[in-house]
């Protein structure tokens, strides 16, 4: 026997619009119809809560995943004895996590700066350096200048010195879920810098490196001499 869809494509165009719209409300009353197309229904239904399920599930584990390597880090930060580095040339000091690895990089390997590292499908790093003040600004100056140009978020001035917090910038591009905390002292024509990065995830795993950059000062003693210090 031929199906209904035969049937109609053997009629005329109009006779088959007619027929159509016919089938269409047979099939819209016939209860097998219906209660096929409702099965059909439940089962994307279920299909679509199923994955968003898995989804959901994936989530949480990925979430958990984080919360424990940031626990995990927090308290080794908090245990660690914090060694001090001394700069060989310009005399600064600073503390560091002892499980940090001193970097070897081009940028770290010029005089007067040093960085220490944590890399554990997450980068935090630890670094001290120069920036030039050819202008001799002050520390308020200084905050107002490198504060827009480092596209800082806060601001805090001290005597000499101030601090700046915001999302890290890298050769003009953001590193997305990264923020940087850094403390400039003003010495002569020098900005000397101590400088936390790390993801915004671990913000509370880093607490005790953020206060230690709160409270850095550049030389334990006296600065080394001015002709060192380009004075």
């Not at 898995?54 to 424990?68: M, Q």
């Amino acid at each position: 026997m031929p199906s209904a869809r035969t049937m109609v494509s053997d009629l005329s165009a109009e006779c088959q619009s007619n027929v159509s719209a016919l089938l269409v409300r047979y099939r819209g009353n016939n209860p097998i119809f219906a209660a096929k197309t409702r099965r059909q229904g439940m089962r994307k239904s279920v299909y679509l809560i199923f994955a968003l399920l898995a989804l959901g599930i994936a989530l949480a584990h990925v979430r958990k995943e984080d919360v424990k390597q940031a626990d995990v880090l927090a308290e080794a930060i908090e245990r660690d004895p914090m060694p001090t580095y001394v700069d060989s040339l310009l005399g600064y000091s600073m503390r560091y996590p002892s499980f940090f690895e001193r970097a070897t990089d081009s940028l770290m390997e010029r005089e007067g700066a040093a960085c220490f590292r944590y890399w554990n499908g997450e980068l935090i790093e630890l670094s001290a350096f120069l920036v030039p003040n050819p202008h001799g600004f002050s520390a308020s100056q200084g905050m107002d200048s490198l504060g827009s140009l480092l596209h800082a978020t806060d601001r805090h001035l001290g005597k000499d010195c101030f601090i700046l917090s915001g999302p890290l910038y890298r050769d003009g591009g953001l590193m997305a879920g990264y923020l940087y905390h850094a403390k400039y002292v003003r010495h002569r024509r020098l900005w000397f810098v101590l400088r936390l990065v790390y993801p915004k995830s671990y913000g509370k795993a880093v607490r005790r490196l953020k206060a230690q950059v709160n409270r850095w000062r550049v030389w334990e003693e006296d600065p080394p001499s001015p002709f060192l210090l380009g004075g």
